[in-house]
């Protein structure tokens, strides 16, 4: 009987914790949500910073009329929708990074994790994507990765510079 009662005690412990803190502790708070336009300038690059790590954020979007928010250690940095991109700079140290689609319809569901460690200089570029769907048996979901350099500069020249910011 209290092998029972022990047990169900740390059952309920574990049960009762919000995984949403520590899983999403890269991500923004969940009530912001961004607006994204696009700029008219394509396939523009940055030079790197000597002090930290440019990161390239770029979508390839099989699946159009998403917006895909990206978040840094815990703030949201900007979006993408359909063929888009956006950089930043980043400091030195380790980084943790979360994708969401901005929807009312796939709150939490659609999510994509990644990290890395910036380095003075250095140049990344991260896809995010839909894998899967109607033409797959695999379930759609998003995906974030660390793509090649080559890849990116062929996905930024043929996609358009998003701008985004809160919605009011």
């Given at each position: 009987?209290?092998?029972?009662?022990?047990?169900?005690?740390?059952?309920?412990?574990?049960?009762?914790?919000?995984?949403?803190?520590?899983?999403?502790?890269?991500?923004?708070?969940?009530?912001?949500?961004?607006?994204?336009?696009?700029?008219?300038?394509?396939?523009?690059?940055?030079?790197?910073?000597?002090?930290?790590?440019?990161?390239?954020?770029?979508?390839?979007?099989?699946?159009?009329?998403?917006?895909?928010?990206?978040?840094?250690?815990?703030?949201?940095?900007?979006?993408?929708?359909?063929?888009?991109?956006?950089?930043?700079?980043?400091?030195?140290?380790?980084?943790?990074?979360?994708?969401?689609?901005?929807s009312k319809f796939s709150a939490g569901k659609q999510m994509?994790?990644?990290?890395?460690?910036?380095?003075?200089?250095?140049?990344?570029?991260?896809?995010?994507?839909?894998?899967?769907?109607?033409?797959?048996?695999?379930?759609?979901?998003?995906?974030?990765?660390?793509i090649d350099s080559d890849e990116a500069r062929y996905l930024?020249?043929?996609?358009?510079?998003?701008?985004?910011?809160?919605?009011?």
């Amino acid at each position: 009987m209290k092998l029972i009662i022990t047990a169900l005690f740390f059952a309920s412990t574990v049960f009762g914790q919000n995984p949403d803190k520590g899983v999403t502790a890269s991500c923004g708070p969940t009530s912001v949500n961004l607006d994204v336009e696009f700029s008219r300038e394509q396939g523009s690059y940055t030079q790197p910073d000597l002090n930290g790590t440019q990161v390239y954020f770029v979508q390839d979007d099989e699946y159009p009329g998403y917006t895909v928010k990206i978040g840094l250690d815990g703030t949201w940095v900007g979006a993408n929708k359909n063929d888009s991109y956006f950089s930043l700079s980043v400091a030195l140290g380790e980084h943790h990074l979360c994708a969401i689609v901005q929807s009312k319809f796939s709150a939490g569901k659609q999510m994509a994790f990644a990290h890395f460690s910036a380095e003075a200089g250095r140049v990344l570029y991260f896809r995010t994507r839909f894998l899967g769907g109607v033409k797959s048996d695999i379930p759609p979901h998003l995906n974030l990765e660390l793509i090649d350099s080559d890849e990116a500069r062929y996905l930024i020249a043929t996609s358009s510079a998003s701008i985004s910011q809160s919605k009011k």
